[in-house]
Structure formats: structure tokens, C-alpha cells
């Protein structure tokens, strides 16, 4: 077995007994199919809740990353991590056949979206049909990978039964979205509640006692097609006002109002509104992506949803609108992109984490490029990015030294010193904050 940590000398807790009377005994609680952004994380609070655990990551170097402690994670989960690899009850492994050892399998593995916003769904189809030559009776089988509604059934329920496994009886089929905000350490995921549902209602209550192994609440739908809604309701209500948001801030920028003062006002209703602020795009896993999930599903059942649509557009559209932005403050200045030096500070997808996808920062530049700019960025977080063209950028590690005519403030990070940037620097500032850079030009 290809392992980098593997002990499992201490003797198992007791597994409950399911219907039949020839369940085998279980070396692992529960099996982590994925150690990414959500993998390793709700492998670290399984641990944090007793469970044995086992995480199965397919890449010996992110493997390897996480042992040397550096993977990308809050500093509560840093400290749970150099816990867990001092533990028997830990264990990484890129060995698929120790899935089977598991009384649980949870599939946490990125759902993207290709050039073209058509979901692709080959990693999840390939980890769920690992999933399904690995299932032994007594197990509790589920996904938490944001995808289309119908998904578990389709990659998991059909499949198992063509095995012969009876779902409910045999093997327990459940969905349950992740709920992790990356970078963010104002909620612990035990606090944050789960939605579960279960292929049958047997499915759901072995769900529900997995995800109390460390979840506080767990709600119940009753069906896998109304948690996986759920998910797609929530990060498509988040696009949804979020493109709103960047449409308001163009609106006061044309009336000269500043739309944070406005959106802290509407912010003292107490019932009714809900406050999202503008910024240069949206990027990460989920906001980008989940909602081309449901147009997808849509689109082959002929049914519209031209909101969801047009905020998905109007998104897809900002980076180049920062872009236009910049053109505007220049040729305001009687200037135009062509040889002009821009800096990008900051070009992960949101403050405090080391995360590229979907990152609005990468289309900015490549935006900046084609007319003409000499671009740089600073970030910390990264060494060099590769743009869609190829073109490889090298950090900014002198930032005074780049001589930039003009600077975009993208990402600002906790900690990040900006007292460099002169008082009579051109900034254009896509965060929308004041505090940052008082003198900046608003997006």
C-alpha cells in the first residue's frame, strides 16, 4: 500500500450493526475521497470528532503538501492537521482499495466548469464509480461535490443496484453539499448546519449519524433531489445579488454616490435585505461554477431562466469591464493602455487564501495584455501565474522597482503593507473599500 501516514493498531470503536447479520467490521469511521479546499477540511473535523479516518487523495505531491504542513488552511484547521498526523486514527493514502476498509465514504472533489461554462463532471464521475466497485454492505455512501440535480442517483443509486446492492438495505445513499468558505474563520463547520438527503428514508438517518459525528444540525430535505437544489439555490441567490451589487456600484458611479455608503444604509433594515458588495468579478468553486450546473439541466429540459442567465453573463462579463474601467481613467488622463505599466495587487479569487480559480485577476491581466499594457502583480501567495494564452508571469517582488503608472487594487490581504504606493500613485480600487487606499479611483 502506498501510504504517507498509516496506523491502525488501536482497536476499532463499535460499528452499529445494520439490517443483515453479515456486516463486516470496519478499520475506518469514515473515508475522505478528495483532501482539496473541502476534502482536508472536513477530514481534519471528523478527526476533531473522534472519527477514524481515512483520506484518499489520487496525487502523491498534494499528499505530500499537507504532511510538510502546507497546505492552504485557517489556523484552527493548522493546529487540528499537526494533531491528526501525531494520531493513529489519521491516515492518508493513495490506495484506493482502503475506501472499503470505511463504514462511510464521502466524495468531496472539485465540480468545474470548462471553457465554455459546460459542467465537467470527470472527476466526480470517476471518484463515484471508484466509489461503487469499492462499496461493501453496512456502508453510508455521499456526495457532497456540488452537480445537477439527479447526480447521486445517476453516478451512485443505478450503479450500486446494477451491483446487486440494495440501497437502504445493503449500502445507505445520501447527498450533502459542503458548506466551507475558504479563508473564512468567523464560522466553525461544526456550527454550520448540513442539509441531507437520502435515497430512501433509511439512507437519511444513517446520513444524518455520519454528519453528526461532528455537525452541531442537520437538516433533513427527505429526497437527494431537494439537497442538491439546495445547494444550487444557495450559490445561485449569491450570484444573483452579486451581480446586482456591481450593477448598482456602476449606477452610483454615474451619479457620483458611493455605493458602499448606500448599501451600509440599506443594511439598517432589519428584515427584507440583505447586504453584498461590488467587486472586480466573482471566482473560487462555487459562484463561478454551480449555477452553469442548473442552466446545464435546463437547457435539455427546454426550460428558461433568464435571471439566472443574465447575472451569470453580467458576471462572466466584469473582468472586462475593469478593464474598460482602466482605459477610461487614462484616456481620461489623455493616456492610453499601449506600453503602460500596470500592477495587479493581490490575484487570488478573495482575501487570505491561495486559490487561482476562476480568479478574475487572471482574465484582468490577460485583458490588460491584449491592448498593449506591461503588466505585473504582487502576491504573496504566488510565485508565477500562466495566463489563458500561455504567457507566464513572474511575481512582483520589488513592487517600487516595477515603476507602475498605474495599480489595481484586486485582492487585499490580511497584513498586506500597501505604504509603498505614494500618495500621488494612480490606483484603481475594485474592492471598493476606502480604508485600503483613501486616493484611489472607484471601479
Known amino acids: 500500500m502506498t501510504s504517507i501516514i498509516d496506523r491502525r493498531d488501536s482497536t476499532p470503536d463499535e460499528i452499529p ?82 475506501i472499503s476498509k470505511a463504514k462511510a465514504i464521502i466524495v468531496c472533489v472539485p465540480t468545474p466548469v470548462d471553457d465554455f461554462l459546460v459542467p465537467d463532471l470527470s472527476i466526480l464521475r470517476a471518484a463515484c464509480a471508484m466509489v461503487v466497485e469499492a462499496a461493501v ?136 435585505f440583505m447586504a453584498f458588495r461590488p467587486g472586480p468579478g466573482v471566482g473560487g468553486h462555487c459562484i463561478p461554477c454551480d449555477p452553469h450546473y442548473l442552466l446545464w439541466q435546463l437547457k435539455k429540459t427546454r426550460v428558461d431562466a433568464p435571471l439566472i442567465e443574465e447575472a451569470m453573463s453580467a458576471i462572466a462579463r466584469r473582468p472586462r469591464q475593469v478593464v474598460e474601467r482602466v482605459r477610461d481613467v487614462l484616456s481620461q488622463r489623455s493616456h492610453g493602455l499601449g506600453g503602460t505599466r500596470v500592477l495587479v495587487v493581490g490575484i487570488s479569487y478573495k482575501p487570505n487564501v491561495a486559490d487561482l480559480r476562476e480568479s478574475p485577476a487572471l482574465e484582468i491581466l490577460s485583458g490588460l495584455r491584449e491592448h498593449g499594457a506591461v503588466v505585473g502583480f504582487l502576491d504573496n501567495h504566488f510565485d508565477l501565474v500562466t495566463l489563458a494564452d500561455g504567457h507566464v508571469l513572474q511575481a512582483v517582488t520589488q513592487p517600487v522597482a516595477f515603476n507602475a503608472d498605474l495599480i489595481i487594487l484586486h485582492t487585499t490581504h490580511e497584513g498586506v503593507d500597501l505604504s509603498w504606493i505614494p500618495g500621488d500613485q494612480l490606483v484603481i480600487d475594485t474592492t471598493y473599500n476606502h480604508s485600503v487606499f483613501p486616493m484611489a479611483v472607484q471601479l
Not at 463486516?24 to 472536513?42: C, E, H, K, R, S
Not at 470528532?49 to 487523495?57: I, W
Request: with cysteine.
Open 17 to 98: 450493526v445494520g439490517p443483515r447479520p453479515d456486516r463486516p467490521t470496519f478499520d475506518y469511521d469514515v473515508a475522505i475521497i478528495g483532501l482539496g479546499y473541502v476534502g482536508l477540511p472536513t477530514a481534519l473535523s471528523y478527526f476533531g470528532g473522534g472519527a477514524r479516518v481515512v483520506g484518499l487523495e489520487i496525487s502523491q505531491r498534494r499528499l505530500e503538501q499537507i504532511v510538510r504542513g502546507e497546505a492552504d488552511l485557517l489556523e484552527r484547521d493548522q493546529l487540528r492537521l499537526s494533531d491528526a498526523m501525531m494520531s493513529e486514527t489519521f491516515t492518508l493514502t493513495t490506495e484506493v482499495s482502503e
Open 137 to 272: 454492505p453496512g456502508q453510508t455512501l455521499m456526495l457532497t461535490s456540488t452537480t445537477y440535480v439527479g447526480c447521486t442517483d445517476d453516478l451512485l443509486v443505478k450503479p450500486l443496484r446494477a451491483r446487486g446492492l440494495a440501497i437502504g438495505v445493503d449500502v445507505f445513499v445520501a447527498f450533502s453539499a459542503e458548506r466551507i468558505d475558504p479563508g473564512n474563520a468567523s464560522f466553525d463547520q461544526s456550527d454550520v448546519p448540513r442539509v441531507v438527503g437520502g435515497a430512501t428514508p433509511e439512507c437519511e438517518e444513517e446520513a444524518d449519524r455520519l454528519l453528526r459525528r461532528y455537525a452541531n444540525t442537520v437538516h433533513h430535505v427527505g429526497s437527494l433531489a431537494a439537497a442538491e437544489m439546495t445547494k444550487l439555490l444557495e450559490n445561485t441567490f449569491r450570484a444573483v445579488n452579486i451581480a446586482l451589487a456591481n450593477e448598482f456600484a456602476d449606477i452610483c458611479r454615474s451619479l457620483d454616490i458611493d455605493v458602499n455608503d448606500v448599501i451600509d444604509a440599506a443594511s439598517t433594515k432589519p428584515y427584507g
